[in-house]
């Protein structure tokens, strides 16, 4: 131990519908790496779930806990990091109405997911306070453990735009209460789901992380392939292949090299080349089901470590708060 003071990061999901291989790829592989240089606080963000879902939260309590017991099982560590539930931290609430307060209405209003969203999911009235307000609950998020490093995909670049500019608002008004939190944008190759389209709950085309084995073979060989393939004969092009995504972020440079010219060459079979990624699939997925069957047989532990993650996020928040009342005076 050096005493050298690690920076903090933060980031959170929406504990909306099971995790699938986009959340591994895009964001808990790179978490996990992040806990040995960081101190992390990952959280399950049921506020935000709730400003989509508020006519259905009993989901949310469900999927809290399915959201744990994924993280655990795939390498979350309590012990290097803090995993919690934000709405147990209700200083998150205070400061989220006190940001409200002094965020230009228009900054909200130009926010692309903000219409987006009413737009991709109208049987649900999203035209609400609550959900305009959305990134400024993710500001308060970030900021309220003074995090200075924010991992996220590339569609969250405009919500971090925003939380640097509120909190450098917040410092200019008065005085330097928080640090301004860097964007990490985590390189994700596009990973396609079983119709060829982005991997994602709901276009209903998602692999799940718990699937058992059976069933992520019988998606993958049911996925669609590079449509040039109709017949055995004929050669394919992996880059059009959304089977082939998979194999980009799951198998070996060098196998995946010898499948792409099979490919091409029509030299191997669309079933042969999916055979791989299956198996790949299935051993890099098998400690993780162990670990999770252990889990689910204890739920108790489960919520006992979300509790004593809560605790330490909730000691960290209250300092920050004082810290935010007394800059402000009230
Ligand atoms: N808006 C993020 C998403 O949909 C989730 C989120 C909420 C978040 N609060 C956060 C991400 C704070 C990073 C930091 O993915
Ligand atoms: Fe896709 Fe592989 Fe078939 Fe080529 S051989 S089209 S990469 S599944």
Known sequence: MNGKKKKVVLSGMRPTGPLHLGHLTGALR??????????????????????????????????TFEYAADWLSIGLDPDKSVLFIQSEVKEHAELHLLLSMII????????????????????????????????????????????????????????LELAREITRRFNRLYGNVFPEPQILLTEVPKLAGTDGRKMSNSFGNAIYIKDPPEVIRKKISTMTTDTRRKRRTDPGVPEDCPVFSLHKAFVSKEKRKELAQGCLSAGIGCLECKDVVIERLIDILSPFWEKRKLLEKNPQLVWKILEEGNKKARDVAQKTMKDVRSAIGL
């Open 30 to 63: 790179n978490w996990i790496k992040l806990q040995d240089e960081y101190d992390c606080f990952y959280s399950i963000v049921t506020w935000h779930a709730f400003s989509s879902e508020y006519q259905n939260p009993e989901a949310i309590r469900e999927y």
């Open 104 to 159: 230009p209405l228009p900054w909200l209003q130009r926010v692309p997911t903000f219409k987006e969203m009413q737009r991709e999911v109208p049987d649900k009235d999203l035209n609400t306070y609550g959900f305009l307000g959305y990134p400024v609950l993710q500001t308060a998020d970030i900021i309220i453990y003074k995090a200075d490093v924010v991992p996220v995909g590339e569609d969250q670049a405009f919500h």
